[in-house]
């Protein structure tokens, strides 16, 4: 097992650029396998959950060429629409590959979706709408087997915002036969951007990004070249980790707006945000001690889930006492624990976490429990006196790309080690110590 050995109290300075969205590659991807003609897919991110998912395309028969480390093709002919990868299994993304096999072969059967442990889960919705296109749809052996004789345009009401079932729904309707109408839709920045790619792939998809979407369906989808948008989670995080440390980063190829969220707050408790056409730079370089605030997380454009293990993370030692309610998945806070052992006191009683910012964190080996709370417990180790080891850094690696590398070039003392590795440890101690 890797872990990630960090010397806290660097201010981080400098810039940071920004991968593609991994959440929306996950989408992206998926729909590659809807024609059989070449996809070109830009500005993908080289992190574990892409590449599991890109193996199992190859194992379901599509071609896979990666041209370079951010660009990969795609010949999405496939010769089985059974997915039984162990790896997907693990994975949340591997659900689009029901939306996109059902829409071309009307047939799909793919493992139920795993992920990040940070709730239920179910995909209810997800088969109500399938079902809505005229699938039959059951789960089986730990599998999902949705069948249509004929894939039929539908009207759907999701009975929660979800963006799991409004992508996979997407997916599906823009190769059924006639109008389908999905409302209550889900309308965070991938959403748009997975259906502008079905889109230049010749969908007709309109409303994606509001409440409604409306598809008409087409027969075929052709080629296409497409670049994913910058994550809007990558970014975030690097906001608060230069915000928490008290430093000064501009961070590049981000879509400003789609950070507002993270950028009010932070400009709340006091931080300098400021915003050109590409990047944000976050300077708390001059502040001092950060104040407190509230925060409920909500769908997009409210603020991000994906956000709030990081922010919890930066309030323990802001100024006074920080709120944070957490709405999206009602197991969210198992990090907390880890925080308290670096010396965070943060009360968590059902969905929300009451902290009490303290003056200083201080180093301790904690547990990454899942990928965006793996990234908190670095902004704590960063920000504590002393040593601070996270293991388990395989979740981090799940969503960030050499998310240590770019820390350590913005001044952060951090390097990721074998945990047998103690000579390399103890090396790296001597050497930052
Ligand atoms: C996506 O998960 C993201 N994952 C998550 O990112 C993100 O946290 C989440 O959206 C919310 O923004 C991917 O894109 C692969 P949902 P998803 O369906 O689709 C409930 C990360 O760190 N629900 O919007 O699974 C569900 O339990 C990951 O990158 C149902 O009840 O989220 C949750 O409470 C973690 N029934 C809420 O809806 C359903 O059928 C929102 O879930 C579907 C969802």
Known sequence: ???????????????????????????????????????????????????????????????????????VKIVGRVNTTKVDNE?????????????ALL????????????????????IEQHIKGFKALGADVDISFGMVNAKAESLKGGHIFFDIVSVGATINVMLAAALAEGQTIIENC??????????????????????????????????????????????????????????????NVCIKNVIPKHLEAITAKLVEIGVEVTE??????????????????????LVYPGFPTDMQPQMTTSLATCEGTSIITESIFENRFKYVDELTKMGANIKVE??????????????????????????????????????TVVEHVEYIERGYEGFEKKLRAIG??????????????????????
Do not use: W
């Open 276 to 297: 050109e056409d590409d990047s944000v730079r976050v300077d708390a370089s001059n502040t001092g001690r950060l104040g407190n605030t509230q925060i409920k997380t």
């Open 1 to 71: 097992m890797e872990q990630y050995v960090i010397k806290g109290g660097q201010r981080l300075e400098g810039e940071v650029v920004i991968n593609g969205a991994k959440n929306a590659a996950l989408g992206i991807i998926a729909a590659a396998l809807m024609t059989d003609e070449q996809v070109i897919i830009e500005n993908i991110p080289d992190v574990l959950d892409i590449n599991v998912l890109l193996d199992a395309l190859a194992e379901i028969g599509a071609v896979i060429e990666r041209k370079d480390r951010h660009t």
């Open 103 to 122: 829409g071309k072969c009307r047939d799909a059967q793919v493992p139920l979706p795993g992920g990040c442990n940070i709730g239920s889960r179910p």
């Open 350 to 387: 059902g969905n929300t976490a009451i902290i009490n910012g303290v003056e200083k964190l201080t180093g301790a080996t904690v547990c990454a429990p899942d990928l965006r709370a793996g990234a908190a417990l670095v902004i704590a180790g960063l920000v504590a006196e002393g040593f």
């Open 186 to 247: 889900a309308k965070e920045p991938h959403i748009v951007d997975v259906a502008n790619f079905l889109n230049s792939m010749g969908a007709n998809i309109k409303g994606a990004g509001t409440d409604v979407i409306r598809i008409k369906g087409v027969q075929k989808l052709h080629g296409s070249t497409y670049s994913i948008i910058p994550d809007q989670i990558e970014a975030g995080t690097f906001m608060l980790a230069a915000a928490a440390t008290g430093g």
């Open 87 to 99: 790896s997907m299994r693990k994975m949340r993304g591997s659900y689009y590959l029901i939306g």
């Open 412 to 433: 952060a003392s951090i390097d990721k080690f074998d945990e047998s590795d103690n000579k390399g440890i103890q090396k790296f101690k001597l050497k930052v110590g």
